[in-house]
C-alpha cells in the first residue's frame, strides 16, 4: 500500500483551511469526534441520514447496553456537558438501555451550542470524492478538497467540500445474510414479510408480530441472545409461542457466559441463553449452515446443510441476528487501505480479526492504524472494525481523539493513544496456545 504523505493543521493550502471537517453520521461516535473538535477549535459539519440524533441506536433503543455508564460517555463530550449543567446519570455503574443512551447523554450532547448548529440531519452521504480528482490521479491529491454527493429528505442532490472526512456511519443499516457463504440466499426475495432483521421490539411495538408464532433466531452474538431471551418471556405468556436458535457452528462461542467478563450484564446474557436451552424454552440447533431458503405453504424454509447432511429447517419467522459489515460503496472513488478478510484498515485488522481474537479488548490505536492511503479521510467507529463484532464505544472515543489530535496537527496528543477497557472472558480462540488471545 502506498500512502501519501498526510496533511496535518499546520500543513493545510488556504483553499483546505477554509473548509469543515465533515463527520458522516450523528451517532456516539461522530458526536464525540465533533466534541473533540469543538474543543480545538476546529470547523465542522456533521451529515446525518437520519432525522434526529443517533438513528441507529434507537432502532435497537429497546435494547438494553451490556457496558455501564462510565464506560459509554467520551471524556471530551462529558467535559463540554458538564461546562453546559448537564449531570451524568446518578449510577454510572449501571447500563442503559439504547433509548437511555439517547435521551440522556446523545440528545443533550447535540444540543450543545457548540454543536448543534453544525448537524444537519436528513443528509445522507451517498459518495465521497476529492474535487476534480477520481480514485486514479495521484499529483496534488492531498491537496484536493474532499468532494462528498449528498442527498437529502427530498430526494434532492447536491455536493459539498471537506478538508478531511470522519466516517462514523457505522454498520447497523447493512446487516449480513443469512447464508455461511456470505451471499443472499436464493430466493430470499420470496420470504418477504417473514426475515426480521436483528433486534426486534419483541417486548414492545413488534409484540403482535411474534406471538403465536414460531419464530428462529439466526446468529451466535449478543443481539441473538437478547432477542431469544424476549421470546421465550413470551412464550411463556402467549400459547402456541415456540422460540429456535439456529447457529452454523457447534457452539455459539460469542455469547459470553464468562464469570471473568468483567461486563456482568453481557455474561448475564450468555449464562440466560444457556439455562433456556437446558430447560428446553429454546430448541438449540448447532451446526447448520444455510444455502438456500424457500416460502412453503406461508411459512420459512431454512435450506443447508447440517453436519455435511442435507436439512432444512421450518419456521413462521426468521430473525437475521448475523451481524453487519460496512457499506464500502460510498467510498468507491476513494483509496482505502481495507484488510482483505476483515474489511478494517489494515493495520487495524490484525488486532481485532475474529479468526484470532473474540474479545472486546484490542491493542489502543489512534489515528497512525486507522488511515487509508486517502489522505486525511478516516473511517472510524463501528464501520472501522469492519466485519469484526466487537467492538465497543470506549474504543471508538479513543480513536476519534487521536484522530482529531492528528488533524490539528498535535502529533504529541495523536500518538499517545490510551486504552483501558474491561476484560471480557470470552476469548475462544487460541491460535498460539497461550491460554489466552486477548488481555
Ligand atoms: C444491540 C447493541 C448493543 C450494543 N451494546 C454495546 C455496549 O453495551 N457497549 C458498547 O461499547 N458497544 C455496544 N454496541 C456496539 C456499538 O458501540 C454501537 O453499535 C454504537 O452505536 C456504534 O456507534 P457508531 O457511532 O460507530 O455507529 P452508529 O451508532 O451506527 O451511528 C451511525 C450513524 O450514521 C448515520 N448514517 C449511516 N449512514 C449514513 C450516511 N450514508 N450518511 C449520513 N449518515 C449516515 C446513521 O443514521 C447513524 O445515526 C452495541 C451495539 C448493538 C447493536
Redesign the pocket.
Known sequence: MTLIDLTPRAALTDRLATLPVVI???????LAAAANLVERGIEFTV????DAV????RR?GH?R???PWR??IDPASRRLLAAADWHPPLDEGR?PTGHELVDEYLTPLAGLAAITPHIAFG???VAVSREGMDRTRTAGRAEAPFLLRIETAGGRRDDITARAVID???T??SPNPLTSSGLDPLGVADLDGLIVQA?PDVRGADRARFAGRHTTVVGAGH?AA?TLIALTELAEAVPGTRVSWLIRNAAAARVSSSADDELADRARLGSRVDQLVAAGSIERIDSFEISDVRRRDGRAQLIGRRRGEPAAHDTDLVVNATGFRPDLE?LREVRLGVDEIVEAPVRLAPLIDPNLHSCGTVAPHGFDELRHPEPGLFVV???SYGRAPT????T?YEQVRSVVAWLDGDMSAATRVQLTLPATGVCSVDPVGTGACCS
Open positions: 458522516i453520521g450523528a451517532g456516539p461516535i461522530g451529515l446525518e441520514a437520519g443517533a438513528s441507529s441506536v435497537w435494547t447496553l451490556f457496558s464506560h459509554l447500563a443528509t445522507r452521504v462514523a456511519s457505522g447497523y443499516t433486534l443481539s437478547n460510498m467507529g463501528m464501520k467492538f465497543l464505544l470506549a471508538g
